[in-house]
T-cell receptor, first 118, second 111 residues
Framework: GAVVSQHPSRVICKSGTSVKIECRSL??????MFWYRQFPKKSLMLMAT?????????EQGVEKDKFLINHASLTLSTLTVTSAHPEDSSFYIC??????????????FGDGTRLSIL | GESVGLHLPTLSVQEGDNSIINCAYS??????FIWYKQESGKGPQFIID?????DKRQGQRVTVLLNKTVKHLSLQIAATQPGDSAVYFC??????????FGIGTKLQVIP
């Protein structure tokens, strides 16, 4: 089946540091990837939609200068949390949908990145 | 309405019994629905999906039912096992690419 690899799985760093998270589709091409944030015992909140070769589409309330997204190839999207602060601590999850007819295929998820800002 | 931010409801089921997890969706234009299973510390895992032109779909030990009239989706798990313990999310695709997740239900299987 389709596999999405997310790296790193856990990051602990000091306040003010920028952190980059990678999301790779290992055995399929994904023109679209998605970045979610999940708080403990809560649902997934879509942050942005990452489109290969173009700018990401951010959800309302998500700061695009804070959460930089780059989707340089059909198999890789990165999320950079710039100048991270303790309130940015969370579980970040990426997903990818196989290229094809829109709306009719499931997203495949990475295993998430636990970000802890001290 | 907006479902993000609510606490997860919990369903406790005896091992071997059938589980039914329910989900209400909000967008009547949604044409594709998915159930995901999320274990602690991991990303969601695809379980089963259904398109709006169907009202039932079966997989291995799982069945999804769709009632478009009342905008309701359910996931039935037969002979629930301890390994089924997880949080289950329904998701709806109501637009070009965007998928909206429900609040999730925590399934606890009692041995």
């Amino acid at each position: 089946g389709a596999v999405v690899s997310q790296h790193p799985s856990r990051v602990i760093c000091k306040s003010g540091t920028s952190v980059k998270i990678e999301c790779r589709s290992l055995d399929f091409q994904a023109t679209t990837m998605f970045w979610y944030r999940q708080f403990p015992k809560k649902s997934l909140m879509l942050m942005a939609t990452s489109n290969e070769g173009s700018k990401a589409t951010y959800e309302q309330g998500v700061e695009k200068d804070k959460f930089l997204i780059n989707h340089a190839s059909l198999t890789l999207s990165t999320l950079t949390v710039t100048s991270a602060h303790p309130e940015d601590s969370s579980f970040y999850i990426c997903s990818a949908r196989e290229s094809g007819p829109t709306g009719g295929q499931p997203q495949h998820f990475g295993d998430g990145t636990r970000l802890s800002i001290l | 309405g907006e479902s993000v931010g609510l606490h997860l409801p919990t369903l406790s089921v005896q091992e071997g019994d059938n589980s039914i997890i329910n989900c209400a969706y909000s967008n009547s234009a949604s044409d594709y629905f998915i159930w995901y299973k999320q274990e602690s510390g991991k990303g969601p895992q695809f379980i089963i999906d259904i398109r709006s032109n169907m009202d039932k779909r079966q997989g291995q030990r799982v069945t999804v039912l769709l009632n478009k009239t009342v905008k309701h989706l359910s996931l039935q798990i037969a002979a629930t096992q301890p390994g089924d313990s997880a949080v289950y999310f329904c998701a709806e695709n109501g637009g070009y690419q965007k998928v909206t997740f429900g609040i999730g239900t925590k399934l606890q299987v009692i041995p």
